[in-house]
């Protein structure tokens, strides 16, 4: 168990649907990072956060959008669903913002898109 | 823009030496490179990272040469447990804004 938790674990919905994913890191940690892997593009970085601001971004669609909130927890909003959205979706969080900083993963969501 | 690259899958029998390389360019030149394992429907999990040269831990040893545009993990007398996918994970500072890249992944099967 590396201490970050992940909510829901499966997400099925419809193409067009908006969904919300939700993460907590570990206790201490104040960054937060988001990843998409599908089998087709591997492990994708998508936004990372630290302390409520964002710190790096990856190929994030302008259809998704994160942020972390007072508490450090952070929710990652995907919209306008398409079926090449679906994906596992993966929420890491460290104790700092530097890539030396070893990241912990949660156990993922995993979203369907039909 | 950083590309990393790594053999697609690799196969070894329990109590053999792997060695798994991941070809990166454009790292940041002040960047650590890190190494991850991923089981089946789980998150990765760090394994090691290093920024030069060499380094060892209880678990695997990591060789990076002098131009830092490769990295080799090696992990000593493999086990079937050690069946997993390994990335590279480097940062790539270009193109104006932080990202993180993980390499394309290397699956290893450890036969008995």
């Known amino acids: 168990d590396s201490g970050v938790t992940q909510t829901p674990k499966h997400l099925i919905t419809a193409t067009g649907q908006r969904v919300t994913l939700r993460c907590s890191p570990r206790?201490?940690?104040?960054?937060v990072y988001w990843y998409q892997q599908s089998l087709d593009q591997g492990l994708q970085f998508l936004i990372q956060y630290y302390n409520g601001e964002e710190r790096a971004k990856g190929n994030i669609l302008e259809r998704f959008s994160a942020q972390q909130f007072p508490d450090l927890h952070s929710e990652l909003n995907l919209s306008s669903l398409e079926l090449g959205d679906s994906a596992l979706y993966f929420c890491?969080?460290?104790?700092?913002?530097?890539?030396?900083?070893?990241?912990?993963f949660g156990p993922g969501t995993r979203l369907t898109v039909l | 823009l950083a590309k990393t690259t790594q053999p697609i899958s690799m196969d070894s029998y329990e109590g053999q030496e792997v060695n798994i390389t991941c070809s990166h360019n454009n790292i940041a030149t002040n960047d650590y490179i890190t190494w991850y394992q991923q089981f089946p429907s789980q998150g990765p999990r760090f394994i090691i990272q290093?920024?030069?040269t060499k380094v060892t831990n209880e678990v695997a040893s990591l060789f990076i040469p002098a131009d830092r545009k490769s990295s080799t993990l090696s992990l000593p007398r493999v086990s079937l447990s050690d069946t997993a996918v390994y990335y590279c994970l480097v940062g790539d500072p270009t193109s104006g804004t932080y990202k993180y890249i993980f390499g394309t992944g290397t699956r290893l099967k450890v036969l008995a």
């Open positions: 206790s201490g940690d104040l960054s």
């Open positions: 290093g920024y030069k």
């Open positions: 890491a969080s460290s104790a700092g913002t530097a890539i030396y900083n070893e990241q912990f």
